[in-house]
T-cell receptor, first 114, second 115 residues
Framework: DGGITQSPKYLFRKEGQNVTLSCEQNLNHDAMYWYRQDPGQGLRLIYY???????QKGDIAEGYSVSREKKESFPLTVTSAQKNPTAFYLC?????????????FGSGTQLSVL | AQSVTQLGSHVSVSEGALVLLRCNYS??????LFWYVQYPNQGLQLLLKYTSAATLVKGINGFEAEFKKSETSFHLTKPSAHMSDAAEYFCAVSPNSGGYQKVTFGTGTKLQVIP
């Protein structure tokens, strides 16, 4: 069954702690993205990756880090430097070539601060 | 530079009534335009997209949108609202320039359907 799997669905972070959100896809898409969603603010791009071992900062990368060691995986780490991490995080992919403008989304991870 | 403005963060309609969600865009190049829908605690799903072909675009679940260049608008409509249409809707724009597509999203409109 093809798709994008985000885990966990809910995550709690303690003060000063780093946490990692998982995103795995079996759609064979080259590009992967992380978005942050806050109520009333829409979606904001954190990081994106077009190919393995390469990624670029989006609009709000401060306090976050990513890696892209495999085509299927694009984990996001929320570091202790991110002072307001509570949000809904969405992973997305897009196919190569024609149709690359369309985004496919996972079901999201809700991160909260304890 | 590109941006999207969605007029109205909340819209309420009666079941069976017309749904109209407004979106205006700004783009320095010919744009691709999208409407996505999000159900509670879920990811976004593409409803429809405009990619410089027909200006009236039909999507899933009976939704359609019309690209009006002169008005820089891409409003979403559905003739008759169903209870299942209650969700949050996002308009989005990306440059029609090939390669990596950086998508800019609007702030969303929550649609409430009243029985």
């Amino acid at each position: 069954d093809g798709g994008i799997t985000q885990s966990p669905k809910y995550l709690f972070r303690k003060e000063g702690q780093n946490v990692t959100l998982s995103c795995e896809q079996n759609l064979n898409h080259d590009a992967m993205y992380w978005y942050r969603q806050d109520p009333g603010q829409g979606l904001r791009l954190i990081y994106y990756s077009q190919i393995v071992n390469d990624f670029q900062k989006g609009d709000i990368a401060e306090g976050y880090s990513v890696s892209r060691e495999k085509k299927e995986s694009f984990p996001l780490t929320v570091t202790s430097a991110q002072k307001n991490p509570t949000a809904f995080y969405l992973c997305a992919t897009s196919p190569p070539g024609r149709g690359s403008e369309k985004l496919f989304f996972g079901s999201g991870t809700q991160l909260s601060v304890l | 530079a590109q941006s999207v403005t969605q007029l109205g963060s909340h819209v309420s309609v009666s079941e069976g009534a017309l749904v109209l969600l407004r979106c205006n865009y700004s783009s320095s190049v010919p744009p691709y335009l999208f409407w996505y829908v999000q159900y509670p605690n879920q990811g976004l799903q593409l409803l429809l997209k405009y990619t410089s072909a027909a200006t009236l675009v039909k999507g899933i679940n009976g939704f359609e949108a019309e690209f009006k260049k002169s008005e820089t608008s891409f409003h979403l409509t559905k003739p008759s609202a169903h209870m299942s249409d209650a969700a949050e809707y996002f308009c989005a724009v990306s440059p029609n320039s090939g390669g990596y597509q950086k998508v800019t999203f609007g702030t969303g409109t929550k649609l409430q359907v009243i029985p």
